[in-house]
């Protein structure tokens, strides 16, 4: 896992929310290794407070304000949300459940990065939910792909092909849609905001 995450975010060109990443899963690679408790809100708290020790001006970074706030949505709050849902509907059915799990997943994330999105770009989306619906185990299955096709192009080249062009088919799947609810006119609702 920490090879993994190093390669990753060497990858990625160590930006801060990558780095808010890869510590966070370090810190629970840790705990797991010495056996120790750990919640999802003190992981992610303790990597934040480290990356901020040893770079105070990392608070200022957007993306980085984005990681953490997004992330203490989907690991804290989405999982209460998502007991709410079905302890409300009785969903019992498993297709639902992920359906629901999703919606709270990215209505958490929405919700936690609300204050920060408004206050840098003076909108709300509206479409947001509906977007990560339709894309997100799309994103999963483009990543697997791609990362099976890096490690096939190690050992032979021409193997990787198949891998790489059906990531390429699934990545113009997520853009088209991103692209085409992003463009209608109801998609955004702007937010007057003072400086």
Do not use: E, H
């Amino acid at each position: 896992i920490f090879l993994t995450v190093g390669f990753m975010a060497a990858v990625c060109g160590f930006t801060p929310s990558i780095t808010r990443a890869g510590v966070t899963y370090i810190f629970m690679g840790i705990s797991y290794l010495l056996n120790r408790p750990n919640t999802p809100s003190n992981t992610l708290g303790t990597a934040v407070t480290l990356i901020l020790i040893f770079s105070p001006m990392t608070v200022f970074n957007l993306a980085f304000q984005l990681s953490a706030l997004s992330t203490y949505g989907v690991l804290v709050l989405s999982p209460a949300l998502s007991g709410a849902f079905k302890r409300y509907f009785k969903i019992k059915f498993r297709f639902i459940s992920y359906i629901t799990d999703a919606i709270s997943v990215t209505l958490c994330a929405m919700v936690t990065t609300l204050p920060v999105t408004i206050y840098r770009f003076g909108y709300i989306s509206v479409v947001g939910v509906l977007t990560n619906l339709l894309i997100s185990y799309a994103v999963t299955v483009a990543l697997v792909c791609a990362v099976i096709a890096l490690i096939i192009s190690l050992i032979y080249g021409t193997f990787s092909k198949p891998f790489l062009l059906a990531s390429g088919v699934v990545a113009k799947y997520i853009n088209s849609n991103i692209w085409l609810l992003g463009k209608m006119p109801f998609a955004t609702v702007d937010i007057p905001t003072n400086y």
